[in-house]
C-alpha cells in the first residue's frame, strides 16, 4: 500500500466506507468494485478499501473478530502470530515480571495488541514507514503503546527504559520466496539474540523448520502448534525461560470456543540430536500392532518424539520415522478424549499392514469397492498425488493409508481414524 492511498483509507470517507462494505465475497468482489466505481469512489479509496476487506476477511482466521476493526498488508497478514499464540507471549513476559517491551520487529501489530491488552508498555518498531503507520492506527486503543517508524536495532533499550525485546524477524523475500538461512533474515538472528546482552529477556519468533543446529543452547526453543498446524518455533532467553534452557512443544487445541494445551519438554539442548525423530533416549522399535499414532508436528519438530513414545505407552515402526504403534488404545490423556489437556497425537485404528506394491494394493481396495483414499506418508518417496492415479479408484467406499517404513521395509497401513 502506498502513503496516498493509506491518507485516503484515515479520511472519515475512506474510515466509513471500510466499515460499509459487506462481509468479503471472492465472487461479487467484482461487483461491488464496479458499484463503488458507478457511485463516484475515488478509484484509489475503492481499491484500498476493497484490498482491506479482503486482507481482514483472511486475518480473522489468526486474529477473530479484532480483524475488522484493524488494516493489514500482505505481509503484514502472512507474518501476523495468531491471537492465541500472541497471547502466550505476553503471558511469558508479564509473569517474568518485565514492564516495558520493545517489539522490534512490529508489522501491522498483531503481537503488540497482546503486549498492550495485558497491561505492559509497548514500543514497537518497523523499518517500513507505511507498515508502522498502520500498526500506529490498529494500537490507537492503547495509550501505552508508542510506534515509531525506525531500525529496532538502533534503539537505546537502557535509555526507553525497557526490560523486554521480542522480535519477529521478517524470513521471506520480497519475492516471497521463503528464506532459510537465519543470517539473512530482516534482521539478522544473531543480531537480535546479541541484544540478551543488554537486556536479558529476549523472545524470538521463527520459523518452525529452523534446525536445530546452530541455535543458541542457553535459550529454551518451543515449538508452537494450533489444531495440528505447527505455527512457528520461539527462541526464549532469561527470564522468559522460567524452566530454564531445553526443547519443548506447545500443543494448543481448540474446540467449541475452548482451546486446550499441552506442553512436552526436555532439558537436553537443541543442536543435540541429528535431523529425524529425535529423542534423548532410544525408544523400542518394533512390528505393527493394533493402534498407530502420528505425534503432533510440535513434538516431533522439537525432538521430543521418545516421549511421545514413552507416553503412548508403544513403539516406534522405524528408528528414523516418527510413527508410534501400539498394542492397546493410548492413554486417553495423551489423545484429549475426555481430557482438559490438548492431544500430543492423533491416533488410529490399523486395519491391515501389507508390503507396499501398486498392483496388490489396488487389488485390496477394488475388492472392498474403495473409490476414495486418504493418503498419509512418511520416509518413502511415493507421492500421493501420483499413487491415487495409478490406484484406478472406484466405489463407494472410502479408506486410509499410510505409506512408511516398518523396520527398514516399504510397508502400507491401512488405517481408520480414532475418534477424538
Not at 118 to 133: F, S
Not at 157 to 184: H, K, M, N, S, W
Not at 190 to 198: N, P, Q, T
Not at 329 to 340: L, N, Q, R
Request: aromatic letters at 4%.
Amino acid at each position: 500500500m502506498d502513503p496516498a492511498t493509506l491518507s485516503k483509507l484515515l479520511s472519515p470517507e475512506g474510515w466509513a466506507l471500510l466499515a460499509a462494505l459487506p462481509p468479503y465475497d471472492e465472487k461479487r468482489a467484482m461487483a461491488l468494485a464496479m458499484r463503488l466505481r458507478d457511485e463516484g469512489v475515488d478509484p484509489d479509496l475503492a481499491s484500498g478499501a476493497l484490498t482491506q476487506s479482503r486482507l481482514r476477511a483472511k486475518a480473522r482466521a489468526k486474529l477473530g473478530d479484532f480483524a475488522d476493526g484493524m488494516l493489514f498488508t500482505p505481509d503484514g497478514v502472512e507474518q501476523a502470530t495468531r491471537l492465541v499464540v500472541a497471547a502466550l507471549h505476553a503471558r511469558r513476559y508479564l509473569e517474568a515480571g518485565v514492564t516495558k517491551v520493545a517489539d522490534l520487529t512490529s508489522g501491522i501489530g498483531a503481537d503488540a495488541l497482546a503486549f498492550a491488552g495485558v497491561g505492559l508498555q509497548v514500543l514497537a518498531t518497523d523499518i517500513d514507514e507505511v507498515t508502522a503507520a498502520i500498526a500506529t492506527v490498529n494500537l490507537r486503543h492503547f495509550p501505552e503503546a508508542e510506534v515509531r517508524h525506525t531500525d529496532g536495532l538502533t534503539l537505546d533499550l537502557e535509555a526507553d527504559g525497557v526490560d523486554g525485546v521480542y522480535a519477529d524477524p521478517a524470513r521471506r523475500t520480497r519475492g516471497g520466496q521463503r528464506i532459510f538461512d537465519p543470517r539473512a533474515y530482516a534482521p539478522p538472528l544473531d543480531a537480535v539474540w546479541a541484544l540478551r546482552d543488554r537486556v536479558p529477556a529476549v523472545g524470538i519468533k521463527v520459523g518452525p523448520g529452523i534446525p536445530h543446529q546452530g541455535l543458541p543452547a542457553d535459550a529454551e526453543t518451543q515449538w508452537v502448534s494450533v489444531d495440528g498446524d505447527v505455527v512457528e518455533a520461539g527462541l526464549w532467553f532469561g527470564p522468559l525461560a522460567p524452566e530454564g534452557p531445553g526443547r519443548s512443544a506447545l500443543v494448543l487445541h481448540t474446540t467449541g470456543g475452548t482451546t486446550r494445551s499441552r506442553t512436552l519438554r526436555s532439558a537436553v539442548p537443541v543442536g543435540a540430536h541429528a535431523a529425524g525423530p529425535a529423542y534423548d533416549e532410544a525408544p523400542p522399535v518394533g512390528a505393527p500392532g493394533a493402534y498407530l499414532y502420528e505425534p503432533d508436528g510440535a513434538v516431533i519438530r522439537a525432538g521430543l518424539v521418545g516421549q511421545a513414545v514413552t507416553e503412548l505407552g508403544g513403539r516406534l515402526l522405524d528408528p528414523t520415522i516418527a510413527y508410534v504403534t501400539t498394542d492397546a488404545p493410548a492413554p486417553a490423556t495423551s489423545v484429549g478424549a475426555g481430557s482438559i489437556e490438548a492431544p500430543i497425537a492423533t491416533g488410529y485404528r490399523v486395519l491391515h499392514v501389507m508390503p507396499f506394491g501398486v498392483k496388490r494394493l489396488k487389488a485390496y481396495l477394488r475388492e472392498r469397492a474403495v473409490g476414495r483414499v486418504t493418503i498419509k506418508k512418511r520416509g518413502t518417496a511415493v507421492t500421493p498425488e501420483a499413487l491415487r492415479a495409478q490406484l484406478s479408484l472406484k466405489g463407494p467406499a472410502e479408506a486410509t493409508l499410510v505409506l512408511t517404513r516398518v523396520s527398514g521395509t516399504q510397508q502400507v497401513l491401512v488405517v481408520e481414524p480414532l475418534p477424538r
